[in-house]
């Protein structure tokens, strides 16, 4: 059965950066595709950050782009996810995903089949 587990969220004053950090167990991850979602109070959930270990390919989703980066640790199985710069708008629970569907759209997240138990971020103005 796979398992994620999310750690490394936190409180952190506006501009400063948190790392996030997702465990996978029971998922090959350097053959496969991972991704981390967010969700603030009453609003969707929506896509951060994809990353395919294949190719090392990384794409990134709105206000994601220019500020975050992924990486990999192919060796742990984990999926890290650098946040700089942060703002209070990225306040959120952060989730990890994997074992997306093939041929699907990696934002949406009733693509993903795995999901972790998500940690909080809270970016204080």
């Known amino acids: 059965q796979v398992q994620l587990v999310e750690s490394g969220g936190g409180t952190v004053q506006a501009g400063g950066s948190l790392r996030l950090s997702c465990a996978a167990s029971s998922y090959t991850v350097n053959r496969n595709s991972m991704a981390w979602f967010r969700q603030a109070p009453g609003k969707e959930r929506e896509g951060v950050a994809f990353f395919y270990f294949g190719h090392g390919n990384a794409f990134y989703n709105g206000a994601a782009k220019g500020r975050f980066r992924v990486s990999q640790d192919n060796a742990a199985n984990t999926l890290n996810l650098q946040m700089n710069n942060l703002t209070a708008e990225d306040t959120a629970m952060y989730y990890c995903?994997?074992?997306?569907?093939?041929?699907?759209?990696?934002?949406?997240?009733?693509?993903?089949?795995?999901w972790g138990q998500g940690t909080q971020v809270t970016v204080a103005s």
């Open positions: 995903a994997a074992g997306l569907l093939s041929g699907r759209d990696w934002r949406r997240p009733s693509t993903w089949t795995y």
